[in-house]
């Protein structure tokens, strides 16, 4: 399972950012050694003892005052101009239109690209090298889209377009979670972040954009029969199929490439999706998903259909 290590940056944006934060602890910690060592040096060194008096008092001495006002304010001014220098690199101004836009969801991410009209969910690939200009939008309530390997953290909050730049420095995957609570399956509001070489990246985008598999056999033709009749079609789209292009819920068209169910409860087997339609309550309580109670044989042509969405 990939780690989503804050401490491993992956991208030039979350360097900027851990960099940062590894100076911050060494001035923080220089702070602490030279004023714990001067207390415990003071403690020992000049104590009260039988017989002694008071040691000459210096309240108001200029040269000490000024000496400990001066020194923090110039900290102070130093992790500022070192702030404002990460800002810039990790967080530089959006490019005029969006690469990827990606929407919250109770509790699951939408994930769009304008410029190919590749729509996806939960699992978003991207070029690896190229930094990408990523619109945060939300469908519901406050989320917060979090890849620490690779970007700042940023909200999404309903009727208004946040922004974030996106990028790895190599192929490999990434998970990045929903860091605002947003309900009860807040925790389970994963999202996994292929990074791919551009052309491999430009042939998941081709497949994408190609219209669901058809059924091949009597069973899958049974599961879409199930999907378009047992109202899934009121919240699900799949390309191809008439009438399913509903924006509520997950875009299933290829739901069979993808990793995990469930925005990362389970991972995508056709075990586990069978599972998932039994009882979606029962995987992810709070889901928006209801209950439908199929049969047996409903629920063996329903994943069986859906599996076959590669
Ligand atoms: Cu979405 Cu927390």
Redesign the pocket.
Known sequence: MPSSNALDPQSPLARAIYDLTIVSYIIFALIFVIVTGGIVYGILRFRGRAGELDPKQIAGNKKVELTWTIIPFLIVLLLFVLTIQAMNQGDPPPAPSADLVVT????WWQADYPASGVTTANEIHIPSGKPLSVRLESAD????FWVPKLTRKES?VPGQHNHIWLQADKPGTYIG???????T???W?RIVVVAEDPAQFEQWQQTQLRPAQAPTGGATAGGLELFRTSTCINCHAINGVPGANSRVAPDLTHVASRRQLGAGILENTPANMRSWLKSPQHVKPGALMPDFSFTDEQLDQLAGYLSTLQ
């Open positions: 919250g969801h109770q509790f309530v406050l989320h917060e999404n979670q929903c860091s605002e609570f947003c309900g399956q807040h925790a509001m």
